[in-house]
């Protein structure tokens, strides 16, 4: 017979807690020593400058009040190229903690596209070697996400096939490939028979709410990936370019990619670039391309800011000699927010495209010295000489510094080059957040089987997490992350631990059929959150 046996304790700070229990019955002992976390989850704000300069310049900060000390802090880089300014990017598609195919195809791209950068101007703090070791094991994980016709499911668990990241992950193969990493030759045999099946239309397509133009552009990314691989299909791109008034912007310049590598007629090409110059929308300063096609392809990641990232980087792909070059790279570069952008689709494009633009536009060799000052006190101090020359940084603990106080920051330059710099403050609230409507209203509620609301929960009771997500418009692409109270272990049916007669009853709570595109479709536990 097993008894459950109940300890109460209670944790007055986060650390580590250990535990160590003891058994003995007669001559016969045992034991047991675990470790077990403990957590204080506290919200935190990041707010990020990121400026260039000829000159010595100044900035003022403010310490924020009402914050924990301890958990803010101020960091100060500076760098001789702008490249340094990417790693806000870089650090967000890596640590991205949802792991579909999209996402975990966009966290390993930028290492497959420009891992010498990254390892030049140390974008990462992980080594050559933890780089290729993390590239390799996204790509043995993905082909689990292959399925038997060859295509791609967006989760490993899911049965349907999603055309658009079936082509996203042949892109990341064939850069794979091309740097140099190992990649299984049934896998893409298998993916590429998936994309010239696609192009035929041998591929269901009623099973998906894609329009007609969304297709179109799978289509034109499918003969893009193709021609990466050697396997051109010269008459269905010709056919498609025919055709291309269905296609967006963004659909247009992958058949432009296609037609390139593919060595397809050279004035299809030329009248597909010259379409694509004739939308870019000009400003005195900027530049940027505005996609007819979003709201129609809201489903492949559409945006406005992806789109004007992928046209610049296939501009300079091509050789497109355009003045305007300089202006769509500015227009990237201020619509970051704390250092990145809004999605990982944004910020692997974006990524992708400064990276080739700072390759073929920074050309000036530096050479200055910088002196950091924050009131007075020397925060960095640094020569530039090179412009593959390392990041340099500087980090300082809030907790120095009065809530409230403004400070005066100084960067002196003296020397010939340009500096690039961020100054980036994190800090943690220490007052009760109110809610915040930002599109969505969150209801949570904490019940028995039956419905009723508790107020208590008893040790070893069986609960149900019901959350009720409102938003007045359609969305696509949706986390809700429910962070568990602590005490509380989510329930997964997998274990066959678990009561059989319990799930049955859970499962009828939640009895509401609907197409796979439909509510949510995808389920994570952790240890502290579902």
Not at 83 to 107: I, T
Not at 185 to 208: K, M
């Amino acid at each position: 017979e097993g008894r459950e046996i109940l300890f109460a304790f209670k944790a007055e700070r986060k650390g580590t807690a250990s535990f160590a229990f003891r058994a003995k019955m007669g001559e016969e002992s045992d034991g047991i020593e675990i470790s077990i976390p403990v957590l204080m989850p506290r919200p935190t704000e990041t707010v990020a400058l990121f400026k260039d300069t000829l000159e010595s310049a100044e900035e003022s900060i403010k310490i924020p009040e009402n914050v924990y000390p301890e958990l803010s802090a101020l960091s100060f880089c500076a760098s001789s190229s702008a490249l340094s300014g990417l790693k806000g990017s870089l650090d967000f598609l890596k640590d991205y903690p949802y792991l579909c195919l999209e996402q975990r195809l966009s966290a390993v791209l930028p290492f497959l596209v420009a891992g010498d950068i990254i390892l030049d101007f140390e974008l990462t703090e992980a080594t050559e070697k933890e780089i290729r070791e993390f590239v390799i094991k996204i790509l043995k994980d993905i082909t689990t996400y292959q399925r038997e016709n060859g295509g791609f499911a967006l989760w490993p668990e899911s049965s349907y096939v999603t055309p658009f990241n079936t082509c996203y992950a042949a892109f990341a193969f064939s850069k794979a490939q091309q740097s140099g990493y190992p990649v299984d030759a049934q896998i893409v045999s298998r993916l590429l028979n998936y994309l010239r099946n696609l192009i035929r239309g041998r591929v269901n397509r009623e099973s998906y709410p894609y329009s007609p133009g969304t297709w179109r552009t799978i289509e034109a990314f499918a003969l893009y990936c193709l021609a990466l691989f050697d396997r051109p299909e010269p008459a269905f791109a010709e056919k498609l370019f025919t055709e291309r008034e269905e296609l967006p912007l963004f659909g247009k310049t992958l058949l432009l990619k296609a037609l390139f590598h593919g060595k397809g007629a050279t004035d299809a090409q030329n009248t597909l670039l010259q379409e694509l110059v004739n939308k870019l929308k000009v400003s005195p300063t900027t530049a940027h391309f505005e996609d007819d096609g979003n709201q129609d392809g809201r489903w492949i990641y559409g945006s406005n800011l992806r789109s004007s990232a992928f046209i610049l980087q296939t501009l300079l792909e091509t050789d497109a000699d355009n003045p305007l070059i300089p202006a769509i790279a500015r227009w990237l570069v201020e619509r970051r927010n704390a250092g990145k952008w809004l999605t990982t689709q944004e910020n692997f494009h974006s990524f992708y495209a400064l990276n080739d633009f700072y390759r073929k536009y920074e050309d000036i060799r530096p050479d200055f010295r910088v002196k950091v000052r924050l009131e007075g006190k020397i925060l960095l101090e640094e020569a530039f000489a090179q412009r593959n020359q390392n990041v340099r940084s500087a980090k300082i603990e809030l907790a120095e510094y009065k809530p409230g106080e403004v400070l005066n920051l100084n960067v002196e330059k003296k020397g010939r080059g340009r500096l690039y710099y961020e100054t980036r403050m994190m800090y943690a609230p220490n007052m009760p957040l109110s809610a915040r409507d930002e599109g969505f209203t969150v209801y949570k509620t904490i019940t028995d089987l039956e419905g009723r609301l508790l107020e208590t929960i008893r040790p070893g009771e069986l609960v149900v997490v019901t959350l009720q997500v409102i938003t007045s418009q359609e969305r696509l692409f949706i986390v809700v992350d429910d962070p568990l109270p602590a005490g509380l272990e989510a329930v997964n049916p997998n274990f066959m631990t678990e009561s059989r007669e319990e799930q049955r009853r859970l499962e009828e709570l939640e009895n509401t059929r609907r197409p796979w595109w439909a509510g949510f479709n995808h389920i994570e536990m952790h240890d502290d959150r579902v």
